[in-house]
């Protein structure tokens, strides 16, 4: 299996890290507009191979994508990152026009491949990389669910001191502070969750969560990459090894949940084929409200890049 990771700054390193060290991959590509980068950051994952044993051949090109033909998987994270102060939706004019024409080289190159998109504003990058890719939709789709679920995860295991690992969750919605968690479906070992926490607790994590990129951002000057690059190589194992894992993606819905053409996210099975299938739950009409809320959302930014790309035509 070959996978491609364009942007090897600090989520696309991680995320080829992740994919090396764990051998879900035979060959990783990193890809990056800046001069000898994507060279030292592959050749250092690969001198690490020695030390945490693995087999993955990591390499690095310079805006060289004759190297990512016939790419299995492409993640792109290149792209600007948000400072303290700006939202997600600030970086789009840049970012739209790094992820159009890196989808333009990734398809000439792998015209089969599975594309994930990781650069933000999340769901409008993913709406950007699909209709220029012209792939079918289940071909196409954004990482934020599983970051978004992991980090309510965590919080979640910490207040209950319990194991992250028995946490389970979903959330659905946009990636960003109108993502919608489902406390509804968040289960610890097999109990519902609110057999465990008080009611203000959980608000409280669930709030922290909506915010939590954003919480990252102002700690550190730049935004998160551990959690964001692990979540996209789940991903890419998930296809890669036809696993089925369940996992909220972001993807253009046609009809389900009752939205059509808007890009969300929604629990699906993961598989060889990307998205094998999209799980419909029977939301509850709070559930709804926020989801037509975030979707709402959603579609202004969409309409946003229409007229930015309506205006350069
Ligand atoms: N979806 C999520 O949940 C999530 C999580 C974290 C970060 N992000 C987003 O991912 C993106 C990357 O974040 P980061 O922290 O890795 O930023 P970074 O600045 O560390 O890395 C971005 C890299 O992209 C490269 N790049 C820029 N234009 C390029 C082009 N045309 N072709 C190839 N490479 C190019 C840059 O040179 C840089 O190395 C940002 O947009 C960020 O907002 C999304
Ligand atoms: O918050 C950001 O800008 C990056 C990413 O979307 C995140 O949630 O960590």
Known sequence: MKVTVV?????????????????????????DIKEGFAEGKALDIWQKAPINLYDTRTVG??????????SDVVVITSGLPRKPGMTRDDLISTNAGIVTSVTENIVKHSPDAIIIVVSNPLDVMTYAAHITSKLPRTRVMGMAGILDTARYRAFLAEALNVSPKDIQAVLMGGHGDTMVPLPRYTTVGGIPVTELIDEETLNAIVDRTKN?????????????????????????????????RVFPVCMKLEGEYGIDGVYLGVPVILGKNGIERIIELDLNEDEKQLLETSRGHVKEVMDALDNINAAKA
Do not use: F, H
Not at 10 to 29: H, M, P, Q, W
């Open 212 to 244: 939590g990129g954003g919480e990252l951002v102002k700690l550190m000057g730049t935004s998160a990459w551990y959690a964001p690059g692990s979540a996209a190589a789940q991903m890419v194992e998930a296809i890669v090894r036809d696993q089925r």
């Open 7 to 31: 942007g090897a700054g600090n989520v696309g390193a991680t995320c080829a890290d992740v994919l090396a060290y764990r051998e879900i991959a035979n060959e990783v590509v990193l890809v």
């Open 61 to 70: 090109v310079t805006n060289d994508y004759s190297k990512t033909a016939g």
